[in-house]
T-cell receptor
Framework: QKEVEQNSGPLSVPEGAIASLNCTYS??????FFWYRQYSGKSPELIMS????GDKEDGRFTAQLNKASQYVSLLIRDSQPSDSATYLC???????????FGGGTRLMVKP | DTEVTQTPKHLVMGMTNKKSLKCEQH?????MYWYKQKAKKPPELMFV???????INESVPSRFSPECPNSSLLNLHLHALQPEDSALYLC?????????????????FGPGTRLTVT
């Protein structure tokens, strides 16, 4: 069983819509959760971190964490074609000293 | 400023060559990381340095040799690589390699070095 799972996509949404990206993890003791955006041929860029249950908003991005259900999600409001990228979910391991990445979800925002 | 720089951007090397990848950060971060990323796959952790000491080696073959000359610099020495080692090599840094209380510090990636082994 993979430790961090994401739907590989592609997830296709029209411009202006809300994109919803989901991630589940297997280790109940994970405490820190991150979303990275990676454009094709580029390096991952940190866009959100979340540590507590609930929602965390930053501009058009909202991260949601539910530790009881072991999932973390990322909502992108008013999606733009420039949001088209692969979104990587990263979760701390049980020792709390490294990140485990999910396989990534490819998002396509169509004009 | 969350800038991590890496040189070179691209590297082509033969299987008998010796080369080095370099990474630098000036954010005062005390933890630095090497990752390897193959196409359409997530980054895979290779090494972690915390306070200039190697703290994690994810069973990486000895043809990859990391070095941390000081808290701002991280090198990856390459020798006798195989074609399957061709990948994007990413450096990252974080404020600390441990935990801030219960929370893991954010990691920031450099632009990467695209390595091709012929």
């Amino acid at each position: 069983q993979k430790e961090v799972e994401q739907n590989s996509g592609p997830l296709s949404v029209p411009e202006g819509a809300i994109a919803s990206l989901n991630c589940t993890y297997s280790d109940r003791v994970s405490q820190s959760f991150f979303w990275y955006r990676q454009y094709s041929g580029k390096s991952p860029e940190l866009i959100m971190s979340i540590y507590s249950n609930g929602d965390k908003e930053d501009g058009r991005f909202t991260a949601q964490l539910n530790k009881a259900s072991q999932y973390v999600s990322l909502l992108i409001r008013d999606s733009q074609p420039s949001d088209s990228a692969t979104y990587l979910c990263a979760v701390t391991n049980n020792a709390g000293n490294m990140l485990t990445f999910g396989g990534g979800t490819r998002l396509m925002v169509k004009p | 400023d969350t800038e991590v720089t890496q040189t070179p951007k691209h590297l082509v090397m033969g299987m008998t060559n010796k080369k080095s990848l370099k990474c630098e950060q000036h954010m005062g971060h005390r933890a630095m990381y090497w990752y390897k990323q193959k196409a359409k796959k997530p980054p895979e952790l290779m090494f972690v340095y915390s306070y200039e000491k190697l703290s994690i080696n994810e069973s990486v073959p000895s043809r990859f040799s990391p070095e941390c000359p000081n808290s701002s610099l991280l090198n990856l020495h390459l020798h006798a690589l195989q074609p399957e080692d061709s990948a994007l090599y990413l450096c990252a840094s974080s404020q600390d390699g441990g935990l801030a209380g219960d929370y893991f510090y954010e990691q920031y990636f450099g632009p990467g070095t695209r390595l091709t082994v012929t």
